[in-house]
């Protein structure tokens, strides 16, 4: 898929754990894991939102668009 999710790598800039901010940001732990993995078909705004305020970031931080 051209859509990179880099949530992983701006966690641990964050020094943050994923249960973090899965709790921060009011989502389950298992559909923080579908989102951390990159299966995640879609994410919400108000989600991409509530992440970039928890770790202080841009969408771009998170999401990556490389060619196949």
């Given at each position: 898929?051209?859509?990179?999710v880099n949530l992983d790598i701006?966690?641990?800039?964050?020094?943050?754990?994923?249960?973090?901010?899965?709790?921060?940001?009011?989502?389950t732990p298992a559909n923080m894991s579908i989102l951390k993995s990159?299966?995640?078909?879609?994410?919400?705004?108000?989600?991409?939102?509530?992440?970039?305020?928890?770790?202080?970031?841009?969408?771009?931080?998170?999401?990556?668009?490389?060619?196949?």
């Open positions: 898929m051209p859509i990179v701006m966690l641990v800039k964050r020094g943050m754990k994923s249960k973090e901010l899965a709790e921060i940001i009011d989502i990159g299966k995640a078909k879609a994410i919400r705004f108000s989600t991409l939102e509530a992440i970039c305020k928890a770790l202080d970031c841009q969408p771009s931080d998170i999401l990556e668009f490389v060619e196949e």
